[in-house]
């Protein structure tokens, strides 16, 4: 069973899909120029120093494409249609919640419910689809996230 990380430390949560999809495809590794370094665990000082080069410590996620390209990933935008979630796992959504817009990520669905990784602290969360679509900010769609070629 896929260990996905279930909390932050700062505003980091566009990072934490990231690393999320990561650990979807199989991997604790990253693709970084030509060298591949391993996803930062929680409460290091390679944690922080990735946080802060994302701008994420004392707010949210700047230059999000810098980051997705230097974790190794592809950002494809869908839409909000369970159809689609179903076929393109796993799924960056942009809710609001109780914090305000935060990113969770799609790893599953199951019937009418979509598992969501990064919204409920310290485990993941089942989330009805008519809900996921009343909290999703529909301004930003959806992305499938994609692991690039190594």
Same mark, same amino acid.
């Given at each position: ?41 929680? #409460?290091?000082?390679?944690? =922080? ?8 410590? !004392? %707010?949210? $996620? *700047? ?32 809710? #609001?919640?109780?914090?305000? =817009? ?8 199951? !019937? %009418?419910? $979509? *598992? ?35």
């Amino acid at each position: 069973m896929i260990k996905y990380q279930n909390t932050q430390q700062f505003c980091e949560c566009q990072l934490v899909s990231i690393w999320n999809a990561c650990r979807f495809w199989g991997s604790d590794w990253f693709v970084w120029g030509v060298d591949e370094q391993e996803i930062p665990r929680q #409460f290091t000082k390679k944690y =922080y120093a990735a946080c802060d080069d994302a701008n994420a410590v !004392h %707010g949210g $996620v *700047i230059g999000i494409d810098k980051q997705i390209k230097k974790y190794g990933i592809k950002a494809v935008r869908g839409k909000f249609t369970l159809k689609w979630f179903k076929s393109h796992l796993p799924i960056e959504v942009s809710v #609001f919640c109780h914090r305000g =817009y935060h990113s969770v990520l799609a790893v599953r669905v199951d !019937h %009418g419910d $979509v *598992i969501l990784a990064n919204y409920a602290f310290g485990r993941l969360h089942r989330m009805k689809w008519k809900r996921l679509l009343k909290i999703a900010n529909k301004e930003c769609a959806p992305c499938q996230y994609v692991m690039r070629k190594r």
